[in-house]
């Protein structure tokens, strides 16, 4: 089927780096225009319907200026809480100086950003764990530790904000181990979170807690981003998200 665009502004009314809410059919879209490509998602923040097009937009990244949920202009997608579902994502054509749009009923469009390897793995799930420098895996008997143990270990961390384990909430992005010391990569909800230098602390100590472990080298990595499709349905329960 044919899609069915319309006029809703022109060019000239969307400068680079620019928001702008216009309505397409009666429903509030919100347009932004970044390295010369123009956008158009649903105004609607998905937490608490704060209007996106009035949130501060950074690259591809809008950030509802009522809580702080962002989302990915290109596909809709959430990245951050307290919003936990994606927006629609519109279609967007330019003609001329008029940027005509349709609205995405279908679902053809991306709803998800693609998702980096690790996030694709445990969305719901345990975090990546293996044995570097090593082609196959360590025997565990040849550790005093196995992976699962530091996993639980970190388990024991919680987001003193959230109140959730931070493997629940799928910051750990990768454990590995190297001999008696182990690695970790994790991130935060947020790169501003104020609990961030107390949760990377609380987790060395855990990991180093474990009996055989004598160093813990806990990286944070905030690429790629944390987003609330990280979280297990326990985490989900916990914080009441369904
Ligand atoms: S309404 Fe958008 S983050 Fe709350």
Same mark, same amino acid.
């Given at each position: 089927m044919?899609i069915a665009?319309?006029?809703?502004a ?9 928001n702008?809410?216009?309505e397409?059919?009666?429903q ?13 998602i649903?105004?609607? %923040?998905?937490?608490?319907g704060?209007?996106l ?12 200026d ?5 989302f990915?202009?290109r596909t809709?997608?959430?990245? %951050?809480m ?6 629609r994502?519109?279609?967007?054509k330019?003609?001329?100086?008029s940027?005509?749009?349709a609205?995405n009923?279908?679902g053809?469009?991306?709803? &998800?950003?693609p998702k980096p ?6 969305a ?5 764990v293996?044995?570097s420098?090593?082609e ?6 040849e550790?005093?530790?196995?992976? &699962?143990t530091?996993?639980?270990?970190l ?5 003193p904000?959230?109140?959730?384990n ?10 590995q ?8 990569e994790?991130?935060?909800t ?5 609990a961030?230098? &107390?949760i990377?602390?609380n987790?060395?100590?855990?990991? &180093?807690?474990?009996?055989?472990v004598?160093?813990?080298n806990?990286k ?16 989900r ?6």
């Amino acid at each position: 089927m044919a899609i069915a665009y319309q006029a809703v502004a022109q060019l000239s009314e969307l400068p680079e780096g620019g928001n702008l809410f216009v309505e397409v059919d009666d429903q509030p879209v919100a347009l932004f225009r970044v390295e010369g490509q123009v956008f158009a998602i649903d105004d609607v %923040c998905t937490h608490d319907g704060g209007p996106l097009a009035d949130g501060i937009l950074r690259g591809h990244e809008i950030e509802c200026d009522r809580h702080g949920a962002r989302f990915d202009v290109r596909t809709g997608s959430v990245l %951050c809480m307290p919003a936990v579902e994606s927006v629609r994502a519109h279609h967007v054509k330019v003609e001329g100086e008029s940027i005509m749009v349709a609205i995405n009923d279908s679902g053809d469009l991306p709803k &998800e950003a693609p998702k980096p390897p690790l996030a694709a793995a445990s969305a719901n799930s345990a975090p990546v764990v293996s044995d570097s420098g090593s082609e196959t895996t360590k025997p565990v008997a040849e550790l005093n530790f196995d992976q &699962e143990t530091i996993v639980n270990a970190l388990k024991t961390v919680i987001d003193p904000e959230l109140n959730v384990n931070i493997v629940d909430l799928g910051l750990i992005y990768t454990v590995q181990t190297r001999g008696s010391e182990v690695d970790v990569e994790m991130t935060l909800t947020t790169p501003a979170c104020p609990a961030g230098p &107390e949760i990377l602390r609380n987790s060395v100590k855990a990991v &180093e807690k474990v009996e055989g472990v004598t160093k813990a080298n806990v990286k944070l990595v905030m690429n790629p981003p944390w987003s609330p499709a990280r979280m297990t349905d326990d985490a989900r329960d916990i914080l009441g998200i369904f």
